[in-house]
């Protein structure tokens, strides 16, 4: 197997932002899920636990 490695210069010239672009998720183990808060914790409800620490995604469109 080859390693290729690239650089790309890019401008950002708008932000959409319609659109969720940041969202918190489970993390825990290989769960992924997004988290609510509910009773005033954040909650999985795929792991069906509270979630301490979780893991912030962002979602990013390139046109």
Same mark, same amino acid.
């Given at each position: 197997? &080859? +390693?290729?490695? @690239? +650089?790309?210069?890019?401008? !950002?010239? /708008?932000?959409?932002? $319609?659109?969720?672009? @940041?969202? %918190?998720?489970? /993390?825990?183990?290989?769960? #992924?899920? /997004?988290? $609510?808060? =509910?009773? /005033? =914790? %954040?909650?999985?409800?795929?792991?069906? +636990? *509270?979630? #301490?620490? *979780? &893991?912030?995604? @962002?979602? @990013?469109? !390139? %046109?």
């Amino acid at each position: 197997m &080859q +390693n290729a490695e @690239f +650089n790309c210069r890019v401008a !950002i010239i /708008g932000v959409r932002n $319609s659109e969720e672009w @940041f969202r %918190l998720m489970c /993390g825990g183990g290989k769960c #992924m899920k /997004g988290v $609510s808060r =509910e009773h /005033g =914790e %954040l909650w999985c409800a795929g792991c069906e +636990n *509270p979630v #301490m620490f *979780p &893991q912030a995604r @962002f979602g @990013f469109h !390139i %046109l």
